[in-house]
């Protein structure tokens, strides 16, 4: 996510600046066989140029509404999260006592309790977020542009494995288990059930509560359900394919358009469809590449939903209810992204 004010126009110009190159070279070529070598017949009405361009920003448009509910969509499902992980910390933390135990534990087991399930819950958080990174196919961070515009920020699920940080949060038992599993933040939640049903018979929980909680994890696994819905279903590819190929065929047809008109305005005035034929072209491709920069809010790009950070949020959260001390800094934006 871009934490600054704005994008800089420098930086827009260096992410599209391929495509300006592009828009130049095909403008250059009917502009110079008309003026040249007088080759009239190249030129086209403007209204059926016009009618064209009128479809296109119709279909760039809806993309761009269509991939922004997307991303808006993603947004609102790790705000659940945020709030559904607060609530967890209190249940921990306020419903598992001794007041229906039959075995008395000492405050500092029952805190050890606390800190197991809170821990495990942060494992899941880092499961997860592991697993919406992975990349899919139909993600354009392979794409020359955006491999270009990723030395300006680091991905930290690139960085670092989920093995790695996943030891962090389970025992090593639970972690080799957790390890062999294909959805490992899916099995990570079956253990949080499960350790809710020991506690159930052991009496630390009373069957109300014991409810509530198995409710929240249902809560989780709708969270982690609908996440997994956007990103493992793409936005319909006949949508954006016949999308891209729309705005390719207008900047092409673009400056043969444009032609006559300038020619209008006297001699050499002609020149003037490479320049302006190569600003139009660019504004409707860009809007195109914003739809595009939206349409997988979790592929590890600049213009993500920034679950890393959300998830480090929690984690302070969480552990400040432990009354930890030590706790990890919030990652800050880096050159204004923040993922």
Not at 126 to 152: C, F, G, I, V
Not at 285 to 299: L, V, W
């Amino acid at each position: 996510m871009h934490a600054g004010k704005n994008f800089g126009l420098l930086e827009a110009i260096i992410w599209t600046r391929r495509d300006i190159f592009k828009f130049i070279f095909i403008s250059s070529i009917p502009t110079a066989l008309y003026a040249l070598l007088d080759l009239k017949w190249l030129s086209i009405p403007w209204l059926p140029l016009a009618l064209i361009g009128t479809a296109v920003a119709f279909i760039v448009g809806f993309k761009n509404n269509a991939t922004y509910d997307r991303m808006w969509e993603a947004r609102k499902i790790w705000g659940s999260i945020i709030n559904n992980s607060r609530t967890w910390g209190i249940m921990v933390k306020d419903f598992i006592t001794n007041i229906h135990a039959s075995k008395k534990l000492s405050e500092n087991d029952l805190q050890s309790i606390h800190k197991r399930i809170i821990y495990r819950h942060l494992g899941w958080l880092t499961a997860l977020r592991h697993q919406l990174r992975q990349p899919k196919a139909w993600e354009y961070m392979d794409n020359s542009y955006n491999k270009e515009y990723k030395r300006y920020f680091k991905v930290p699920e690139e960085e670092i494995s989920m093995e790695d940080e996943l030891k962090k949060y389970l025992s090593p038992a639970e972690l080799k288990y957790i390890l062999s599993k294909k959805n490992k933040a899916t099995q990570i939640i079956t253990k949080q059930s499960e350790d809710l049903r020991f506690l159930l018979e052991e009496g630390y929980i009373e069957d109300f509560r014991h409810m509530e909680m198995e409710n929240m994890l249902k809560a989780f696994y709708d969270d982690q359900g609908k996440s997994e819905r956007i990103k493992n279903f793409p936005y319909p590819r006949q949508f954006a394919t016949l999308n891209l190929y729309f705005v390719w065929l207008f900047v092409i047809l673009l400056p043969f358009g444009m032609l006559t008109e300038f020619d209008k305005l006297g001699d050499h005035f002609v020149w003037l469809t490479i320049p302006f034929s190569t600003l139009v072209s660019w504004v409707f491709k860009t809007m195109e590449r914003i739809g595009e920069s939206t349409e997988n809010p979790f592929q590890g790009g600049a213009n993500d939903v920034p679950i890393t950070n959300i998830s480090q949020v929690i984690e302070v959260d969480l552990r400040e209810m432990l009354d930890e001390k030590d706790l990890p800094e919030v990652t800050p934006p880096v050159n204004n992204i923040l993922m």
